[in-house]
């Protein structure tokens, strides 16, 4: 069994497995506590709180004015990193190519040149994440080892994707075998640390939203 | 404000291995699934501190909201979390600490305002403010609440209903004297009523001109009225001091007068926080949806403005706005002092962070109940003091007495001449005849 067999068979297997296992006991161990009933008479009907939910999700990704300025950096790097590794999963052609042959869905490709470019971009904001998360006072006291390990599950496939676009320092095979082993060790940490944020994201705005629009509060 | 209070104990000791499980135990028994869900999300990006005036005024890491909740994070983690078992089997997360507790306190109370521009900056949505006052909760059951002031006034409204321990008899007394005193008939301890307005403690100290106009505003619209003295001072400052029993006793004492008469709607005074809690939390303590609403007075007002059933002279006044978070930016009645204001002719200049972006006054959350933290609190009204500069108005308007009093004190400490000012009584110095 060659290494890009043990990637593609076996590796991707166990990552499938421990992804959804523990993302099962990560959001049943939450919901599965006790919620204290709100008994006070809501300000929104109970469509008006759904709503209020929805909309929060997609609200909070953009900071409201009076913020804006004051975490500049904090927005720019982000969203680079956000949007650009949005854009190397869903618009790089080998990534959809992995997807329709998944679920059968497909979609034209952005032009390799496009995709290395925003790798370099994203790659570029990742470096610059890392570097104020150790250098900024308030970042720095708030980051624990599981922020640490995050970047670098994150920064691995992104690295190796870059490089397996160019075929550099390795043959086709050992690059993609690399590539495809450094997702699924980011898939095996997903449910055990930060990583959850991007499935949590939707159901922490979420919640928030319901509550704030029971009470009129601002979101 | 300080009558009537005894001086404030030593400082505490490092909580020892009793008070330590105390704290755990109160924490643990927060953590229902939205605070498991906020506690799992927080992606440490460090922005709730750029919404929060105390590490904005200081530049210390130290003051990042969501960092001053340390303890109630360990303890959700070690606890509670999907993988507690893993973090106490490896020791990956430890257990708190005497010294730790003791270091946080000043963090959790003196330094925090409970006004929720952390929970409106997160990009995660979580409600750093509410996870504020779930912490302070195991804080207050070790016994480990700021020894002064606070703790103080929380442990006499436990005991007596009023943090100034006021009895019915002496709140009687106040309440015909100050309608005397200002030319208006109160009516107090009716047996029916339809509305039952509630006081702020700090009124009846400092701004007793509030009560009065809170009565000439319910005779000029000629309501059945009445202050109930078996449940009056809903300042609850149980609340912020994070004593669960207090808060549910001073409430509940307050819901049993309202319904003893019959109250359809029971009025809020200005002050944030009591709204807060007899808006929201009330009808927990209750067991059930309260048989009357819940209105703080600028909705009240508002409201009345709007349906005719109160009419103003125009004042033709120029004026900025100060608006209370937990009235405004927590509470969802933003609009309401500005339509108010709009009724009486007044030409609003809006702070440059104003209504659900603006900064607290810097004593909310009880801050401004805690000795200790009177030079961090006027360092951080500094913000305020810059924003009302820069509208060039000389006048502050304000419906939380909490609000005025740390505004009127934070210009004493700094020689500031800008008047502040209660909307409430605005309003009642300016009812048609």
Redesign the interface.
Known sequence: MTLLDFARGIGLQIAMLVLIVGLC??F????L?????????S?ASLLGQIAGGAA?IFS??V?????RR??GI?ILL?TIFHVGLFTIIFGGAPHILVIHQLIGLSWTNLPKGVVVIISGLTLAAMIAMLIR?IV?????????AD?YLTWLFVFLPVVTGILLSGETIAGYETLLALHILSVEMMMIWLP?G?L??GV??I???????F?FAR????T | MNANIKPPPPAAKTPDAGQVALAMQGFVSDFGPTAALALESCVHCGRCAEACQFYVQTNEAKYTPIHKIEPFKQAYEREVSPFAFAYRMLGLVPKVTGAELETWQSLIYDSCNMCGRCSLICPMGIDIADLVEQARHGMFEAGLAPPDYLGVLAEKEHATGSPFGLSVAKFQDMLHAIGAAHGVAMHVDEARADIVPTVSSIDLKTYPGSMAAIARILNHMGASWTFRTDGFDADNVSLTAGDRAGQRTTTLGIVRAAIACQAKTLLMPECGHSFTEMRWEAANAFGKELPFRVMQITEFLAEALSEGRIRVNKVHQKATYHDACQVSRRGGATAAPRAILKALGVELHELEDSGDEGWCCGGGGGVALINRAAPLRDKVFQIKRRQVEATGMDTVYTSCSGCRQTLDHGGKATQWNKSVASLLELVANNLKD
Request: a positive charge; glycine letters at 6%; zero cysteines.
């Open positions: 006991w990560r049943s161990a939450i919901l506590l006790r919620q204290r009933p709100q008994l006070a008479l300000r929060m909070r990704s900071p409201r004015r009076s913020f004051r975490i904090s982000s998360r900024h006072p308030v970042m720095r006291l708030l980051s624990t922020d055990f930060k959850m944020h949590l994201v159901a922490s705005r979420g919640t928030m939203g509550n009470k009129g509060a601002a």
